[in-house]
């Protein structure tokens, strides 16, 4: 449609919901306008006995589909362009589909309507630098490997190789308790003897044990700043969350060789059951997603560029069935997250 203007809106925030509603119109020449363009478009479809496809005149397409069908249309149309500048004028964060009232429609009047949307949440007062200092402060154990550590890792490698070695069908002497020898530890990979075998398995350890230490301040400090984060959620985005666990879920039985209903049966559970299950981690789910944005888009953090590219051309390499953009986009999210928790973590 080619008139665009700036359309008069009244937006109202409806409370608790994290919803608004805006009502707005558009002028009579503008809804003529699109009247007409959607006359013109339904004529080159409609097929009327006695004349061509798209040849028939527009008086007689027009008694065919009906006055109210045809403003019905034209205001679809009309509305849905004009709702697009409305949010940007009014710099409305618009999420899901909008519920459109018509409340006035007549040809050669304005039209006027009444939209309800939800919109992603605005976070006000939030001191996440003062919860991170919070969280940053508690004591934390150190990524100590003691020798008792690498002992019970190098046992647990001891009794794997033996499994191994019996599943290939060998004789008696296989039984005996495995000596770990220089040799042996050669044939495992790269190492010199035993003490270099020891030494890159505490190497290992510590750097896994780090890790995991890490991963364990994340979920406190998720938790810390998810309690604190008081603002309604949109049942939309929870919506969404909860299809896009449903999907993760899935994919993972699938893989197992599984249907998702013969799971669901083996559980006696219904899809409902479980994303009433979920629920709570979706909440948080969703929370954790508005806090990063929020944190990044006040703090002006982005991802790395250099980085994504190196990881998308990683993963094209060896999944070429990705979409480009894709990858592009999941790869910019989680290392701009990263990014954030790195900012956080540096809160002292």
Known sequence: MASHHSYKATVKELADTCEVEIKSSIPAEEFEAAVKDTL??????????????????EKVVREKIGEAALLAEAAEHAISHAYGHILEAEKIDAIGQPQVSITKIASGNPLEFTVRTAVVPKIAKFDYK???????????????????????????????????????????????????????????????????????????LEAEKKQRLVEKRRIELVDALSKELEVAIPEVLVASELSRMKGQMSHDIERMGMKFDDYLKALKKTEDDLKKEWRPDAIKRVKLDLILDHVASVEKITADKARVETEVKHAL????????????????????????????????
């Open 130 to 204: 003062a919860i991170a200092k919070r969280e940053n402060a508690k004591k934390t154990e150190p990524a100590e490997v003691t020798d008792a550590d690498v002992e019970k890792a190098v046992e647990d490698i001891k009794k794997n190789y033996a499994r191994i070695g019996k599943s290939k069908g060998t004789d008696e002497k296989e039984k005996a308790p495995i000596e770990l020898t220089d040799e042996l530890v050669k044939t495992w990979g790269e190492f010199k003897d035993v003490a270099d075998f020891k030494s890159q398995l505490r190497k290992n």
């Open 317 to 348: 390499e060896h999944h070429k069935d990705i979409p480009e953009e894709n990858a592009r986009n999941y790869f910019s999210q989680i290392l701009l997250n990263q990014a954030v928790f790195e900012f956080l973590e540096k809160q002292k």
């Open 40 to 57: 013109s478009d339904l004529k080159k479809e409609v097929s009327l006995p006695g004349f061509r496809k798209g040849m028939a005149p």
